[in-house]
Nanobody, 124 residues
Framework: QVQLVESGGGLVQAGDSLRLSCEASGRTLNSYGMGWFRQAPGKEREFVAA????????YKTMSLKGRFTISRDKAKNTVYLQMNSLKAEDTAVYYCAADRRAIPSRLQSEYDYWGQGTQVTVSS
């Protein structure tokens, strides 16, 4: 079993940066692909970014390229989401998830474990 705990969310102003962390416990994530999703108020949860088990490849929603970066530290069993130039429309609850497959999916249904989420609020 894997437990995922997100942290790093908060209230920031437009243009600021935040780095979200997702720490795993229970077992190592080194063989898992990892993803970040977000859910804005009144909207469905959507894919943000994913990273392979090795960290060699990453995938992002096209609209977020250039602002968001996903990375992982295997030694710390932690995945990060660096978010720069934040906009009001980035306001959402951000979730990390683990996919048993080495190459993660963009589909929520393919993920096996989820964290509880961390709130990011961007004021304009």
């Amino acid at each position: 079993q894997v437990q995922l705990v997100e942290s790093g969310g908060g209230l920031v102003q437009a243009g600021d940066s935040l780095r979200l962390s997702c720490e795993a416990s229970g077992r190592t994530l080194n063989s898992y692909g990892m993803g970040w999703f977000r859910q804005a108020p009144g909207k469905e949860r959507e894919f943000v970014a994913a990273i392979t088990w090795s960290g060699a490849s990453t995938y992002k929603t096209m609209s977020l390229k250039g602002r968001f970066t996903i990375s992982r530290d295997k030694a710390k069993n932690t995945v990060y989401l660096q978010m720069n130039s934040l906009k009001a429309e980035d306001t959402a609850v951000y979730y990390c998830a683990a996919d048993r497959r080495a190459i993660p999916s963009r589909l929520q249904s393919e993920y096996d474990y989820w964290g509880q989420g961390t709130q990011v609020t961007v004021s304009s």
